[in-house]
T-cell receptor, first 113, second 112 residues
Framework: KQEVTQIPAALSVPEGENLVLNCSFT??????LQWFRQDPGKGLTSLLL?????REQTSGRLNASLDKSSGRSTLYIAASQPGDSATYLC????????????FGTGTLLAVQP | KAGVTQTPRYLIKTRGQQVTLSCSPI?????VSWYQQTPGQGLQFLFE???????NKGNFPGRFSGRQFSNSRSEMNVSTLELGDSALYLC???????????FGPGTRLTVT
């Protein structure tokens, strides 16, 4: 069964800290992996997309890595700010017969000023 | 370029009624997917449409249905509403298979 797990479920850090969010997936035959951010009651904002052939992607203070063989991805946030507070979701896209995004349960991040 | 739009944003219905939600994808995107988000189940895939054809379907009862029009706009219909259908319904569009997905703001459906 294709499952995506995110650890930790919740995280609280003081402003300025660097932090790492983890995502693991059971089936390594992924097409790509996407990290999203969701603010309370809102839709999802795409942060980074990593294709299966890539090892990492960077956007500003965000860096996402992908290790297909171990079924893991990490999202690194540098110099965290209160505005980074949100739920972060990892989603894996499987092609072929699956042909859909499978989401993790998310990490709720609170950055304290 | 305008993002994915969904209407209405909020909806309150009574058990047994039916509801139709609408999604307009980003211009040029031919694929539209629908997801249901609840606190207990998280984000679950409902179905995907590409060029007016349903390409994939999640594990939901037949009360959930959808369609896509020639301009790529999509509608989702839920008949005989149940309390458990209360959720945030999210629509996402993309150019095609394997491309980045962009989500709309969602429709918050409350069934009383």
């Amino acid at each position: 069964k294709q499952e995506v797990t995110q650890i930790p479920a919740a995280l609280s850090v003081p402003e300025g800290e660097n932090l790492v969010l983890n995502c693991s997936f059971t089936d390594s035959a992924i097409y790509n992996l996407q990290w999203f951010r969701q603010d309370p009651g809102k839709g999802l904002t795409s942060l980074l997309l990593i294709q299966s052939s890539q090892r990492e992607q960077t956007s500003g203070r965000l860096n996402a890595s992908l290790d297909k063989s171990s079924g893991r991805s990490t999202l690194y946030i540098a110099a965290s700010q209160p505005g980074d507070s949100a739920t972060y979701l990892c989603a894996v896209f499987y092609g072929g017969a699956t042909n859909k995004l499978i989401f993790g349960t998310g990490t709720l991040l609170a950055v304290q000023p | 370029k305008a993002g994915v739009t969904q209407t209405p944003r909020y909806l309150i219905k009574t058990r047994g009624q039916q509801v139709t939600l609408s999604c307009s994808p980003i211009s040029g995107h031919r694929s539209v997917s629908w997801y249901q988000q609840t606190p207990g189940q998280g984000l679950q895939f409902l179905f995907e449409y590409f060029s007016e054809t349903q390409r994939n379907k999640g594990n939901f009862p037949g009360r959930f249905s959808g369609r896509q029009f020639s301009n790529s706009r999509s509608e989702m219909n839920v008949s005989t509403l149940e309390l458990g259908d209360s959720a945030l319904y999210l629509c996402a569009s993309r150019l095609g298979g394997g491309y980045e997905q962009y989500f709309g703001p969602g429709t918050r459906l409350t069934v009383t």
